[in-house]
């Protein structure tokens, strides 16, 4: 969020800023820095301000009384630009407890009924491998 933005609501799908309050670095993220945790494989956040290499005047536009200090004159690369989602059906709203439950029978039968959906005949196939496996 830039400081005209401060206290704004933001809508879902919307770009934001996020400013780190200690370090007044913006928040990035970058696709060469991975990490794998419980949830799978995330995006590593940083601090780090991403922006624009071009020169952006502000002396001399602080000068004429056309911009303040306080504000950010150059543009942010897409490492520093989030975005905020809300979940994409309503059923993704439980706690993290529950979602942690894990079936193998649920799995199982989740697997089958897709395999079903898209051949018939692939459930008794996959039932010989798997007997055949064990």
């Known amino acids: 969020m830039r400081f005209e933005m ?5 809508k879902a799908g919307d770009p934001v800023l996020i400013r780190h ?12 820095r991975k990490v794998k945790n419980d949830f ?14 071009n020169k952006s005047q502000n002396l001399e536009m602080e000068y004429k ?8 004159t150059k543009f942010h690369e897409e ?6 989602h809300t979940a994409p059906e309503k059923n993704f709203d ?22 079903f959906e898209v051949s018939e ?3 008794p196939a996959l039932d010989q491998i798997f007997s055949a496996m064990d």
């Open 65 to 72: 009384g056309r911009l303040t200090s306080d504000v950010p």
């Open 6 to 10: 401060q206290g704004e609501i933001v």
């Open 79 to 84: 490492f520093n630009v989030f975005y905020i």
């Open 40 to 53: 799978g494989t995330e995006l590593e956040v940083y601090c780090c301000s991403h922006s624009t290499k």
């Open 94 to 115: 439980r706690e993290l407890e529950e979602l942690q439950k894990f079936d193998v029978n649920d799995l199982i039968k989740d697997l089958a009924k897709k395999i």
């Open 21 to 32: 309050h200690n370090t007044c670095s913006y928040l990035a993220a970058d696709n060469k």
């Open 121 to 123: 005949n692939a459930v």
